[in-house]
C-alpha cells in the first residue's frame, strides 16, 4: 500500500511537470551559459533536441556548478535568477523532449533516455518540485537536480 502511495505520488509529480513544460515560451530556449555557449534547438518528429554550440557573441554569467554524477544519471546546476530550470537545463546539456498530450516530456539528458520504467525527475533545493521545469523561476540561491527516478 505504501508503495502504491508512493508510486503515485510520483506519477502525479511527473505529470505535473510534464503539463508545465507544455507551456514553454519559445522565445525563452536560446541561453548563455557559463561557458558561453547556448541552446539551439531542432525539431523532428515531435521530438526536440537541444545541443550546445559556440554562440556569435559573449555574454558573461554566474559560475553554473554543473555536476553530472551517477554515471549521467544525475544531473545538478545552480539557478540563475529569472530563468527557469528547463532554460538552464537546455543551456547547459543535450536535451531531448517530446510532445505528449500533457505537454512536453523529458525524454533524455546527454543521451541518457526515460523508459517505461524510469523517468527524469527534477528537485528543487532537495525537494521535489511541484511545478513544471518550465514553470519554475529559478533563483541564484537554488540547487536544481534532475534525476532519473524509478517508477
Same mark, same amino acid.
Given at each position: 500500500?505504501?508503495?502504491?502511495?508512493?508510486?503515485?505520488?510520483?506519477?502525479?509529480?511527473?505529470?505535473?511537470?510534464?503539463?508545465?513544460?507544455?507551456?514553454?515560451?519559445?522565445?525563452?530556449?536560446?541561453?548563455?551559459?557559463?561557458?558561453?555557449?547556448?541552446?539551439?534547438?531542432?525539431?523532428?518528429?515531435?521530438?526536440?533536441?537541444?545541443?550546445?554550440?559556440?554562440?556569435?557573441?559573449?555574454?558573461?554569467?554566474?559560475?553554473?556548478?554543473? /555536476?553530472?554524477?551517477? +554515471?549521467?544519471? =544525475?544531473?545538478?546546476? @545552480?539557478?540563475?535568477?529569472? $530563468?527557469?530550470?528547463?532554460?538552464?537545463?537546455?543551456?547547459?546539456?543535450?536535451?531531448?523532449?517530446?510532445?505528449?498530450?500533457?505537454?512536453?516530456?523529458?525524454?533524455?539528458?546527454?543521451?541518457?533516455?526515460?523508459?517505461?520504467?524510469?523517468?527524469?525527475?527534477?528537485?528543487?533545493?532537495?525537494?521535489?518540485?511541484? /511545478?513544471?521545469?518550465? +514553470?519554475?523561476? =529559478?533563483?541564484?540561491? @537554488?540547487?536544481?537536480?534532475? $534525476?532519473?527516478?524509478?517508477?
Amino acid at each position: 500500500m505504501k508503495k502504491s502511495i508512493a508510486t503515485t505520488i510520483l506519477i502525479v509529480i511527473a505529470i505535473f511537470g510534464m503539463i508545465g513544460l507544455a507551456t514553454i515560451n519559445p522565445a525563452k530556449r536560446n541561453l548563455n551559459t557559463t561557458n558561453s555557449t547556448n541552446s539551439q534547438t531542432d525539431q523532428v518528429a515531435g521530438t526536440t533536441q537541444s545541443q550546445n554550440s559556440t554562440p556569435s557573441s559573449t555574454t558573461a554569467t554566474k559560475p553554473s556548478n554543473l /555536476v553530472i554524477s551517477d +554515471q549521467g544519471k =544525475t544531473i545538478a546546476y @545552480d539557478g540563475e535568477d529569472p $530563468k527557469t530550470a528547463l532554460e538552464l537545463l537546455k543551456a547547459k546539456v543535450q536535451v531531448e523532449t517530446k510532445d505528449t498530450s500533457f505537454g512536453p516530456q523529458i525524454m533524455a539528458i546527454n543521451g541518457i533516455k526515460a523508459t517505461d520504467k524510469e523517468f527524469w525527475l527534477f528537485s528543487i533545493n532537495g525537494q521535489p518540485a511541484t /511545478v513544471g521545469a518550465h +514553470q519554475y523561476q =529559478t533563483k541564484d540561491e @537554488d540547487r536544481i537536480e534532475w $534525476k532519473l527516478t524509478g517508477m
